[in-house]
Each structure stands twice: as C-alpha cells, then as structure tokens.
C-alpha cells in the first residue's frame, strides 16, 4: 500500500539520524525503502524500525551495502525522493583515510546514478557534516561560515584532528555529490544539508557516535574534546535535523547547499553549563581545557535555510535534557540521584 505522499527510500536506516527521519517520516504518511548492511545470521535486533508506528504497512528493509553501489538500485526503484544518509563513520580512523573517502564517494554516486536511472526519483537529500565547512586555515578563518565555505583537505590532513579521515572523506564527498547534480540538473534535484553535532534523544540501540562526541565531558571521553573544539560545539537536535531533512525534500525551490545548525556553546563555556544543569556529573577543570582555546573556530550561519522558511524546535538546555535522559533510559549513563 502506498503512502499519501508517495514512496521515499532513507539509506543507512539502522543509524542515528536514518532511524529518526524514518520515525518522522511515518508519521507524515510516506511509504518507506530503507537499507541496511546485509545481516546473514540476522543477529542484529531491528525491532526499533519494525516496530514503528506504521511500519508493518509502509516500511520495506533492503539489504544494501555502499561498498556495492548497485546494491542499491531495487530499493530505489519507484521511489519520488532518497536520502542519501548512509555513510562510513569511522573517527578513530582505524582505516586509511584514501579507503574510507573512496568508498563513501563511489557508494555516493553510485547512488545518485540509481536515482537517475529510476526515473522516478525527483530530488536527492545528501546528508553531508559541519567537518565540510569548519576547516579553515588560520588568515581565512571568518566569524560565520555560510555555504559558500569549504574544510581546506590539505589543512585537515596536516592537522591530523580526531575524525579527520571522516572530515576529509565528508568534504570530497559532498563536493562530488553537488557536481554530479549540476551534471544532471535538468533529470534530477541534488541538494545537501550540513549538520552541526547532531544530539539529542535517539531510537537506535546503539549509543550514536555524534552523542557520545556531544556528550564527551559527562562520559569522560578526553579523546573527544579536540573534535568539540574544532566544531566550535556548533549543535542541532536530531528532531531539527530530520525536519529540515524533509523540509529539503518538499520545499520546491531548493539549490545546492544547507547548514542546519540551530545553537552552540564553546567548548570552554560547556563544563560551566553542564555543572549547573546536571551537577550529578563530574566536570573537567577550566584549566585543563585551556590547550583546545588557540585556535579561532567560526560559528555556522543557517540563514540560507531560515530564509527558506524552516524554523528550529529546540535550543541547547532541551538538546542535553533529551540526550541526557535517553543515555539514563538506554543504561548509558547511571542514575545519581
């Protein structure tokens, strides 16, 4: 049975924000194509997408695998719109950077060619990263960086920063993305957002690495505190990301890029902040973040989607209220009273 609105197909479902905008996009009376990695021995647990609202009517889960962009091509067939969500997560960079960049573009475009082949397809979402913007080497750091901006490559590989083969493979993936829809501008809408840290409550079981990044200084992770830096803590909620996923999809006059960030606390205003919301939690010392304040890290303009009409839902207090809460109710963080 179809949705209302049609049928649209989020890649990457089992994630972070694929889950989320799938939960939403039920709701708004899509029918939906999801994929995932294949799981021969089905040992990972699904429930958390089979068991949404709508979803025994309008939900279809399709093994794909960005590795085998053809993989694709039976979820996307009859499809009006795709998001393209899916992407390799890997910030420890257990990978070579080389690798994971040029899976993430051929998986992207292989994608976007599926899309076009379809026939059906009329717009693509390209989730792209903050990482594609913030990266600026010193003189042409600006206060606010909009969509014109671009992370320098070079700057990123010589700073060697924690994500940094996610930030480069973020940044070239996007680029390529964008080019391929001006290629193909007349078949197909080809347009990105650009998420700050994405936090907030989440469906998937497992802890998102975004939330564990927001969340660096209630979990203790030090290793973290130098990719918050380099975000500026620039933050969106995931409920404002994925609404203004589908926003892009139906607003019609839509082109090129988005930054979707809606609040941002510095990394040295956050232990203060946190202290006096949720004084359960053990902070870091001022001056043991003193070392990640050299550096200028410019805020991330969203005017560009504002101008289009989108509003945002929640500030920053509601973002680490929710994230917070989530983390207790999953047994991620313990209850201290």
Request: proline letters at 5%.
């Amino acid at each position: 049975m179809e949705g209302e609105k049609g049928r649209v197909c989020v890649t990457g479902g089992t994630g972070y924000i694929g889950s989320w905008l799938i939960m939403r996009l039920l709701e708004r009376g899509y029918s939906v194509r999801t994929t995932m990695r294949s799981d021969p021995g089905q040992k990972r647990d699904i429930g958390f997408l089979t068991g949404l609202p709508g979803a025994s009517e309008k939900l279809q889960i399709f093994n794909a695998d960005l590795s085998i962009p053809e993989s694709f091509n039976a979820a996307i067939e009859g499809c009006i719109g795709v998001f393209l969500v899916a992407t390799p997560v890997d910030f420890e960079d257990r990978e070579p950077e080389e690798i994971v960049t040029k899976r993430s573009i051929d998986g992207a475009l292989g994608i976007l060619n599926a899309c076009l082949n379809s026939q059906t397809v009329k717009r693509v979402v390209y989730t792209s990263s903050a990482a594609a913007v913030l990266y600026i080497n010193g003189e042409d750091v600006v206060d606010k960086a909009d969509e014109s901006i671009w992370s320098d490559v070079d700057f990123i590989k010589a700073l060697k920063p924690y994500g940094g083969s996610y930030a480069i493979s973020k940044t070239l993936t996007e680029r390529a993305v964008l080019e391929f829809g001006e290629k193909h501008e007349l078949e197909l809408d080809v347009v990105t957002i650009i998420p700050s840290v994405v936090n907030g409550p989440f469906i998937c079981p497992k802890l998102p690495s975004s939330v564990s990044v927001a969340l660096a200084m209630i979990f203790g992770n030090e290793d973290a505190y130098s990719f918050l830096a380099s975000t500026g803590s620039s933050m969106v909620h995931v409920d404002d990301l994925v609404r203004a996923h589908i926003f892009l999809l139906e607003y019609p006059n839509v082109k090129g890029r988005y930054i979707c960030s809606s609040d941002g606390i510095t990394i040295q205003q956050m232990p203060e902040f946190l202290a006096a919301n949720y004084p359960e939690f053990q902070m870091p010392t001022p001056d043991s973040l003193k070392k990640y304040g050299g550096s200028k890290i410019p805020g991330l303009s969203s005017k560009k989607l504002l101008d289009s009409g989108f509003i945002y839902k929640y500030g920053v207090k509601k973002i680490f209220d929710e994230a917070i809460q989530c983390c207790r109710e999953k047994g991620y963080l313990q209850f201290n009273g």
